[in-house]
T-cell receptor, first 113, second 112 residues
Framework: GAGVSQSPRYKVAKRGQDVALRCDPI?????LFWYQQALGQGPEFLTY????????KSGLPSDRFFAERPEGSVSTLKIQRTQQEDSAVYLC???????????FGNGTRLTVT | GENVEQHPSTLSVQEGDSAVIKCTYSDSASNYFPWYKQELGKRPQLIIDIRSNVGEKKDQRIAVTLNKTAKHFSLHITETQPEDSAVYFCAASMGGSYIPTFGRGTSLIVHP
């Protein structure tokens, strides 16, 4: 079946613009994670959903970041008033459940100019 | 929260040599330890994982060992090939939080 799908693949935003990043997880996967990956670094946790419930958002760097998964499937990560330090690859991953392997999408590379 | 340290940051080997990457974790409650391989410009992909009730796991040329007492785990790749060149990430997660914390990655370069 299809893997995790993320869109857009690349996004260039001017500083101050709002952006929305979409993640389509593998069908039936309960858990969904968002990670931020800076160049040459490991993925840094942003937020975690179990079905539609956002169980942990402790990794979101500021209140400009917001994530939702209203029907327990597709998720959207929104960044308001983008700043240069938001430039990174945003990775979405889904899994069958707790402590199961993560399946990553290809990521969205966000560049804020 | 969990903290994962990974060493070395870069590892250069000759084709056919073995490669070892080591990770330590801070939270003794962690019980799931996956390893991911990320090729340039691509998504991380799981290559092997181990749970805390097992000390070692092998899959062809790849093995992972876990020392719960010392809170460290290692990835071993034997008979390395140029296509093994990539960045490798270790991760650890706890039974309670289920959120994998990643190491900073090891760039493995296999010279033909």
């Amino acid at each position: 079946g299809a893997g995790v799908s993320q869109s857009p693949r690349y996004k260039v935003a001017k500083r101050g613009q709002d952006v929305a990043l979409r993640c389509d997880p593998i069908s039936g996967h309960v858990s969904l994670f968002w990670y931020q990956q800076a160049l040459g670094q490991g993925p840094e946790f942003l937020t975690y959903f179990q079905n539609e419930a956002q169980l942990d958002k402790s990794g979101l760097p500021s209140d400009r970041f917001f994530a939702e998964r209203p029907e327990g499937s597709v998720s959207t990560l929104k960044i308001q008033r983008t700043q240069q330090e938001d430039s990174a690859v945003y990775l979405c991953a889904s899994s069958r459940g707790p402590n199961s392997p993560l399946h990553f999408g290809n990521g969205t590379r966000l560049t804020v100019t | 929260g969990e903290n994962v340290e990974q060493h070395p940051s870069t590892l250069s080997v000759q084709e056919g040599d073995s490669a070892v990457i080591k990770c330590t974790y801070s939270d003794s409650a962690s019980n799931y330890f996956p390893w991911y391989k990320q090729e340039l410009g691509k998504r991380p992909q799981l290559i092997i994982d181990i749970r805390s009730n097992v000390g070692e796991k092998k899959d062809q040329r790849i093995a992972v060992t876990l020392n719960k007492t010392a809170k460290h785990f290692s990835l071993h790749i034997t008979e390395t090939q140029p296509e093994d060149s990539a960045v490798y990430f270790c991760a650890a997660s706890m039974g309670g939080s289920y959120i994998p914390t990643f190491g900073r990655g090891t760039s493995l370069i296999v010279h033909p």
